[in-house]
């Protein structure tokens, strides 16, 4: 089959990738902006022998979704603001039992019901830290709908890869723009696939090299017998309150993706090279800092841009790296500071960090970008 040119939204594209990558199971619960998932999965997934369920609530959604992925099925599922918090907890038993899971977060204004229907990136520190307790996560960011296909796809393989559940961060603008998309034969992609053991003799379902090394999972009713639990555990499964068995486990969760940091990095860059202002952003806001950036090198500023698809683990040496040149780096996000924190961190105390925030349920437009651009110059 050759490539196909499709006119698709960024809802859509997460859907037709979800299913490229082998989705299974779609559990949830309809909520603006991320509805044309559910919507899309209730009419795609029959059609490849895969199962929908809408959910009483969103609590039911991600616990529905567990426990197919515990069978071995590719499991999803899509919410906004006030769903991804009720997951919450959800989310930390999915970490600890190590269970891959992939949620889609189309992010719109809050706190609470907020502004249901109007854009907004404030749930970076939730999918990081929403859960309680040390654990690592992993959190992609599309910046057009072509991302939104190829980092749900990516989602599955590293959700698959790392045993961890992978969240797919995208917005209210991101979610229903619509765009040209070239989508790819499907029979170029490798579906992914989690590794699983060869024989049930012996089998420990938490086993795995301490420093960060992922243990092979054995879905249920496969013959494997083995205990998933959301209390802390040794390799069998077993609860354990042992100091030392924690110590190692919690270690292990966190070493397997925060070690990981800089190789799964994704980003796209232009004009880092000589600049000296940097323009750090993420998702739907990045359209109009770039286009603010285009307009400065064209009149002969130097400028360059930054824009992360992996928000979480943050790569920090990168980042430092690709913003070592920048005198001043300016962060356009639709939020009060939340990834201009982690920018601080990684840039050091040696020159300012400029947040741009915007909280108004209104996206960007590049002249206020290039305004902050032209005052920093």
């Known amino acids: 089959m050759p490539d196909k040119v499709k006119l698709m939204q960024g809802n859509e594209a997460c859907t037709l990738a979800a299913i490229a990558a082998g989705l ?3 559990g949830g619960y309809p909520i603006t902006p991320s509805t044309e998932i559910a919507e899309m999965c209730s009419e795609e997934l029959p059609k490849v022998g895969g199962k ?3 959910m009483e609530d969103e609590i039911g959604s991600i616990s529905a979704c567990i426990g197919a992925s515990l069978t071995g099925a590719k499991a999803m599922t899509a919410t906004s603001g006030p769903g991804f918090s009720l997951m919450q907890e959800a989310i930390g038993y999915a970490s600890l039992g190590e269970i891959p899971l992939v949620i889609i977060n189309v992010q719109r204004m809050g706190p609470s019901t907020g502004m249901p229907t109007s854009p907004a990136q404030g749930d970076i520190m939730q999918a ?3 859960t ?3 654990h690592a996560i992993i959190a992609l960011a599309p910046g057009n709908v072509k991302e939104c296909y190829e980092l749900t796809f990516r989602a599955f393989e590293l959700s698959e890869k790392y045993r961890v559940p992978v969240i797919v961060l995208t917005d209210e603008v991101i979610g229903h723009m619509r765009e040209k998309v070239v989508l790819p034969d499907p029979s170029t992609y490798k ?3 989690r590794a699983m053991p060869e024989n049930p003799a012996g089998y420990k379902p938490y086993a795995a090299d301490p420093n960060g090394g992922v243990p092979l999972m054995a879905p249920f009713g496969t013959g494997y017998r083995w205990h998933c639990t959301g209390l802390f555990h040794d ?4 609860p354990s309150s042992k100091p030392a068995v924690a110590d190692k486990l919690l270690r292990r ?3 397997k993706i925060e070690n990981r940091a800089e190789e799964l990095a994704d980003f796209f860059i232009e004009g880092l090279d000589d600049c ?3 323009v750090v952003s993420f998702g739907s806001s990045a359209m109009a800092a770039l286009s603010a950036v285009r307009r400065a090198r064209t009149e002969g500023k130097k400028v360059g841009m930054l824009r992360l698809k992996t928000l979480w683990p943050f790569p920090t040496k990168t980042v430092r790296m690709l913003l070592a040149g920048a005198k001043k780096i300016i962060v356009p996000e639709m939020n009060l500071g939340q990834l201009a924190l982690e920018v601080e961190r990684a840039a050091g105390s040696e020159r300012p960090v400029i947040r741009l925030g915007k909280v108004n349920g209104e996206l960007f437009h590049p002249d206020e970008v290039f305004a902050a651009i032209k005052e920093a110059l």
């Open 128 to 130: 990081r830290w929403g």
């Open 253 to 255: 969760l966190n070493a």
């Open 52 to 54: 929908f369920i809408q």
């Open 24 to 26: 299974e199971f779609y």
């Open 132 to 134: 309680h307790g040390d």
């Open 191 to 193: 579906i992914p696939l």
């Open 276 to 278: 000296e202002i940097a």
């Open 235 to 238: 390799e069998n499964g077993a």
